[in-house]
């Protein structure tokens, strides 16, 4: 799910994120569920001035196979992914 939000806050996007309660990934951000690293939501960040384009998406699992990227996943409108807008956007309000 991709959506665009503006920075308001003043905060640079790693600032940011850790606000909305995700932690530095590689190049992305991850926000847990539970107590485990799966399942997580997934965020790869893109920002332009003061608007920022959210890539987001649900790790329901690890990859299945060694050296293989894929993985079970939710991207598109899934109500979890949904909900994660709203919360991100009521965050930044």
């Not at 994120?17 to 847990?32: I, K």
């Not at 690293?37 to 649900?58: K, S």
Request: glycine share 6%; proline share 3%; aromatic share 12%.
């Amino acid at each position: 799910m991709k959506f665009t939000i503006q920075n308001t806050t003043g905060y640079n996007l790693p600032r940011l994120m850790r606000h909305l309660g995700y932690v530095p990934f590689h190049d992305a951000y991850t926000r847990r569920l539970g107590t485990g690293f799966y399942p997580r939501f997934h965020v790869y960040a893109d920002e332009r001035g003061n608007d920022i384009t959210i890539n987001l998406h649900l790790d329901q699992k690890k990859q299945s196979y060694q050296n293989q990227t894929a993985h079970s996943a939710d991207y598109g409108d899934s109500s979890a992914l949904e909900e994660e807008k709203e919360r991100i956007l009521l965050e930044l309000s």
